[in-house]
């Protein structure tokens, strides 16, 4: 997946969070990233401090995109607001908690 890179990342700042330090964001990501070889299901749970493949019933936020929409929204080279808007992320749940994870991490 192109999106690997930013994967890592995610995965790295939520493994350097400090769980008994103060935290911006609480809440339960869903993203399924459509790639070429498939959909990838990846859970970014800020609640546990947890990033790992799979779903979860419990996701606060559900976020649908394909590969290169993660990219440029992972890199911020276009806001959540904007990808939103232009139809390039499919998103249920709260947008303004999607944005502070985009800000977090």
Do not use: W
Request: aromatic content about 4%; proline content about 1%; overall charge negative.
């Amino acid at each position: 997946m192109k999106c690997d890179a930013v994967i890592e990342k995610v995965k790295a700042r939520v493994a350097g969070i400090d769980a008994n330090g103060p935290r911006k964001v609480l809440g339960v990501f869903q993203l399924n990233i459509e790639a070429a070889d498939g959909l990838h299901e990846l859970v970014v749970d800020l609640k546990d401090l947890k990033v790992y493949d799979g779903k979860t019933a419990g996701a606060d936020v559900v976020i649908n995109m394909k590969d290169e929409d993660f990219i440029s929204v992972g890199t911020k080279a276009v806001s959540v607001h904007d990808a939103v808007e232009q139809g390039k992320i499919k998103m249920t749940g709260d947008e303004a908690l999607f944005q502070a994870l985009v800000d977090a991490i």
